[in-house]
């Protein structure tokens, strides 16, 4: 996979401008606006896994590199 969490932060940037966009209305804004609860919602649990795998390289670092379950090791 390619992505990155940067990308991730340009995706939302360019979501909030497609709904900053005035020229949008109706169905067409209702659409946008699914699809930004989409997007948010897939971001967050994008975000919580990155959060888990820097929680993860803390506690190996703090108990030097203790045997992890094979779920979460890098």
Do not use: C, W
Not at 13 to 29: C, H, N, P, V, W
Not at 30 to 45: G, L, P, T, Y
Not at 46 to 62: G, P, R, S
Request: aromatic share 4%.
């Amino acid at each position: 996979m390619k992505n990155k969490l940067i990308d991730l932060n340009d995706h939302l940037f360019a979501q909030l401008e497609r709904l900053s966009d005035e020229d949008i209305k109706g169905d067409e804004l209702k659409e946008e606006i699914e699809r930004a609860k989409s997007v948010s919602n897939v971001s967050k649990v994008i975000v919580d896994n990155a959060k888990l795998a820097l929680d993860a390289e803390k506690f190996k670092t703090e108990y030097q590199n203790p045997t992890l379950p094979k779920m979460i090791e890098g």
